[in-house]
């Protein structure tokens, strides 16, 4: 166990980096970015932009963003592609070997560079919010069991020998602290690893149902597959009759999430273990891991300031103007909505990450999600994009004969012990013959073009769409009961992860028939 105590020690210095940069959060930003800059200065980027004149500056922020402009995917993506291949010095210092896979798929979606600092520093922000959580509850019966985490998978690259690519759950699931493995691990990665999430999770129950598991660390949706698993496992085993995980591991203490909001699985995730635990909520991501839940009382998530992001925040009414607001934590307000932005220690600059964030408070710098910048739905961690939406209902009419007038695709109704998915509200001008062709088309093509929702799929984390066919006019009759005024420039919105259009156009098309 003293091997256990020195290992851990390393890691109480970034709690206590914590108390500082909740002291003096704009001084911390301002001289991360300072020490970015001066990092990459050599780099083809830094040389570019001339960072070592910007790391200079007395007001570096200001310089930063009078020349460095705001980055999406697209105008990183060639150079991404360059450090994937072995190009060392371009957007960080050195060659990068790790990369995540932030959507898509490795071949084609997009792909994250993920240097050893950011593996290092986001090492340290999980166990930080681990000891965080000791602080808060002041129990410590958690080190006492094993430790249950669930990571994505990750491989090698075949298209880029030498390289690992995968989701950065697993990158990190690879470089876990040493102590962490030895000590508390409780299925080591070649099972976590597995490429069949219905091999990986009955291999993972096989292996933890006898153990004393008190910590999960894990996505809200595999938990519940999960858990199915293994109460089945237990009572064959067990000739019992058991109804909770909390008579599997009576043990078990804290479930921390991360992936998808917690709020949409947490009433059913407590009924599933029988009995109280703690939840704490993280929010990470390819681009970094950004903020996790430091009180337990409190939903919203302190934002971390001195892990190695540097944070730009665009209101979302100017997402997309020539010249947006570029705000940092010095002077957010609290209930509008962000696009955020980032500058990383893996080389990204100014990057819009995809995600759009609310401050609950400004001192400390807490934060809730409240969704993505673009037509998408993520309820469920399956990160399903317009786009992907608009090319399966061409496939599935191309594959059945039909066409469609007007749709909109929502997160479906479902009971507890349900699987979740998504209800498609479709008005066709030419209904397909078979309906469950139609459906089975959708789910075929997002399976091929979206990494996540095959994961979730195969998985059995989702199920697959399910189509709600409309009369002719519910979309029309919806519109005029809720806008003011309809003009040509008035849509149907096609994507959200709430009910809120879903039930009204239902309503609607009740009110037609």
């Known amino acids: 166990m003293s091997e256990l105590v020195r290992s851990a020690l390393q890691w109480i210095g970034p709690l206590r980096r914590v108390e500082e940069f909740k002291e003096h959060p704009v001084s911390t930003q301002r001289a991360l970015l300072r020490r970015l800059l001066t990092r990459a200065a050599d780099t083809e980027w830094g040389l570019r932009f001339g960072f ?5 500056a007395s007001d570096v922020v200001s310089a930063y963003q009078e020349r460095v402009p705001l980055h999406t995917y697209e105008d990183i993506e060639d150079d991404v592609g360059r450090v994937r291949e072995g190009a060392a010095d371009v957007m960080w210092p050195g060659t990068i070997t790790n990369f995540a896979v932030s959507s898509g798929t490795v071949s ?40 249950l985490t669930l990571p994505g998978r990750i491989e090698e690259d075949p298209n880029h020998p030498g ?50 598991v008190r910590l999960l660390v894990m996505v809200p949706t595999w938990a519940l597959n999960l858990f199915d698993q293994l109460i089945e496992l237990h009572n064959e085993r067990n000739n019992d009759t058991a109804t909770t995980v909390g008579e599997v591991w009576p043990n078990l203490q804290v479930f921390i999430s991360g992936g998808v909001a917690l709020r949409s699985y947490r009433d059913l995730i407590e009924e599933k273990i029988g009995h109280s635990v703690d939840f704490v909520e993280t929010y990470g991501a390819s681009e970094g891991f950004f903020s996790f839940q430091d009180e337990l009382d409190d939903p919203s ?96 009419c191309e594959a059945t004969e039909a066409h469609v007038a007007d749709y909109h695709v929502a997160p479906r109704r479902h009971a507890n012990g349900e699987q979740p998915g998504h209800e498609w509200l479709v008005e066709f001008e030419k209904a397909p013959d078979d309906l469950n ?66 039930d009204g156009v239902l309503a609607a098309a009740e009110q037609k028939e």
């Open 437 to 502: 062709a139609f459906e089975q088309a959708l789910d075929e093509h997002l399976r091929e073009v979206n990494r996540h929702y095959y994961i979730r799929r195969e998985g059995e984390a989702m199920d697959g769409p399910e189509v709600s066919v409309l009369p002719s006019g519910a979309f029309y009759d919806w519109l005029k009961a809720t806008k003011e005024e309809i003009s040509g420039q008035t849509k149907i919105p096609r994507m959200s992860d709430t009910r809120d259009v879903a």
């Open 108 to 147: 084609d979606g997009k792909v994250i560079p993920i240097s050893d600092e950011t593996i290092e520093y986001n090492r340290a922000f999980s166990v930080g919010a681990g000891i965080n959580y000791l602080k808060q509850s002041l129990d410590p019966s958690f080190f006492g069991g094993v430790h």
């Open 301 to 396: 998530m302190l934002l971390h300031l001195d892990n190695g992001v540097f944070y730009e925040f665009v209101p979302l009414d100017e997402r997309g103007d020539e010249a947006p607001t570029r705000h940092t934590i010095a002077d957010v307000e609290p209930g509008v909505r962000y696009s955020m932005h980032v500058t990383s220690c893996s080389g990204l600059w100014a990057y819009e990450v995809g995600d759009v964030v609310r401050f609950t408070q400004t001192s400390p710098h807490k934060i809730a999600v409240a969704g993505r910048t673009s037509d998408m739905i993520d309820e469920y961690g399956e990160a399903i994009y317009g786009d992907e939406v608009r090319a399966a209902l061409r496939e599935a």
């Open 52 to 56: 070592s004149e910007i790391a200079e």
């Open 163 to 212: 390289t690992v690519a995968g989701e950065i759950s697993g990158i990190l699931a690879e470089n876990a602290p040493g102590f962490f493995r030895r000590f508390f691990q409780a299925v080591p990665n070649e099972i976590t690893f597995l490429p069949s999430w219905e091999e990986k999770l009955r291999a993972v129950a096989e292996r933890t149902v006898d153990q004393d």
